[in-house]
């Protein structure tokens, strides 16, 4: 139980162009997800958090209209990579949480992102 | 606030021999404290967490590690390194009141056979 996907695994971009990425819950409801972003040989460092039906809170030096999170239902998040650059191609991991005493967050397997 | 330090960057065991990846944390109240490996190229899974409940912590795939509040430590071991436990391991503690997740900057272990 407990599984997170992201789609796509990969995915290749020309510069100034956008990229959604999407992340599921698949067999339990996500009251939040988390967006975090991994380049190559660091550590995960979290971009936003996400309530089901409310505005994404963004961590310091985020940028909130460059990276748009949409979590529409409890079951799905999106991170749309707007007007993507090289300096964007990174590796974005989410998280979902279903909430309660737990807080427990659970894993998608990550989508590397490559701007050229 | 809450953080977490990896004191190694590398560690490089034998196979067979034991594993000691070391943590220490900083925090102003009793921390929830977790250790996620990571293989390449795959999601991060969850190996063993604390949560203020017994000092020694046993996890998935022989892995443990103990609490020692006196010397803000936390570190993950195995008594027998397996060629499968290579990847990178991080040491991650939830912050007090919220559900967002500190992580450190994460341990490669390298197994030679």
């Known amino acids: 139980g407990a599984v997170v996907s992201q789609h796509p695994s990969w995915v290749i971009c020309k510069s100034g162009t956008s990229v959604k990425i999407e992340c599921r819950s698949l067999?339990?409801?996500?009251?939040?997800m988390f967006w975090y972003r991994q380049f190559p040989k660091q550590s995960l460092m979290l971009m936003a958090t996400?309530?089901?039906?409310?505005?994404?809170?963004?961590e310091q030096g985020v940028e909130k209209d460059k990276f748009l999170i949409n979590h529409a239902s409890l079951t799905l998040s999106t991170l749309t990579v707007t007007s993507a650059h090289p300096e964007d191609s990174s590796f974005y991991i989410c998280?979902?949480?279903?909430?309660?005493?737990?807080?427990?967050?659970?894993f998608g397997p990550g989508t590397r992102l490559t701007v050229t | 606030a809450q953080s977490v330090t990896q004191l190694d960057s590398h560690v490089s065991v034998s196979e067979g021999t034991p594993v000691l990846l070391r943590c220490n944390y900083s925090s102003s109240y009793s921390p929830s404290l977790f250790w996620y490996v990571q293989h390449p190229n795959k999601g991060l899974q969850l190996l063993l967490k604390y949560t203020s409940a017994a000092t020694l912590v046993k996890g998935i795939n022989g892995f443990e590690a103990e609490f020692k509040k006196s010397e803000t430590s936390f570190h993950l071991t195995k008594p027998s390194a397996h060629m499968s436990d290579a990847a990178e391991y991080f040491c991650v503690v939830r912050t007090t009141g919220f559900q967002k997740l500190v992580f450190g900057t994460g341990t490669r272990l390298l197994v030679s056979p």
């Open positions: 067999d339990f409801q996500a009251t939040t």
């Open positions: 996400s309530n089901e039906g409310s505005k994404a809170t963004y």
């Open positions: 998280s979902a949480t279903p909430g309660g005493l737990s807080y427990e967050q659970y």
